[in-house]
């Protein structure tokens, strides 16, 4: 299978741990999202990388958040002192940028839930 | 900055046709897309409109007005399978080119 994977696939943590996301991306796709997504509602935007660089992170991002992508492949999403409003789904998504599309191909995410 | 707005639920029978409209507000336009979320699972690309017009994927249509700052998706022959979130998501140009998603309209196909 050559599509986006997540690991883990699900976290319970205590509030106040920290945890970390990976996420491997369809291996010739260059850009690489990071997703959080609550019940109800549509995938809110955290941040996004251009092969390793980080180009934008959400203004809605706490400090406690921090994405790497080391040598443009893998990418890994940490959040320090968690807090339980940090519970939902976290989404990767990975796309090769074209004039005429864009389309993002997303992981089956990782579900956290902060007790 | 970018905000989007569609219907939080449709419902319609199997067979008929249903169109999901899509309001968005944002700078430097450069397209909207349409993703389909069934529960417990992942979004999934449905089509992609950066002009003016109709674009037309088997069952799945979108339209795109940028005047008008509008777009739909129009599912034909509807299914049960049919029955699933659907989102719209704009890219835009604020600082960057991340994409927006709308909060989703959530489609009920019935009997």
Redesign the interface.
Known sequence: DTGVSQNPRHKITKRGQNVTFRCDPISEHNRLYWYRQTLGQGPEFLTYFQNEAQLEKSRLLSDRFSAERPKGSFSTLEIQRTEQGDSAMYLCASSLVTESSYEQYFGPGTRLTVT | GQSLEQPSEVTAVEGAIVQINCTYQTSGF??L?WYQQHDG?????LS?N?LDGLEETGRFSSFLSRSDSYGYLLLQELQMKDSASY?C?V?GHT??????????TRLFVKA
Do not use: D, L, N
């Open positions: 450069y397209g897309s699972g992942a979004p999934t690309f992609y950066a989102f998501a890219r600082g960057g080119f991340k994409t927006i998603f709308g909060a989703g």
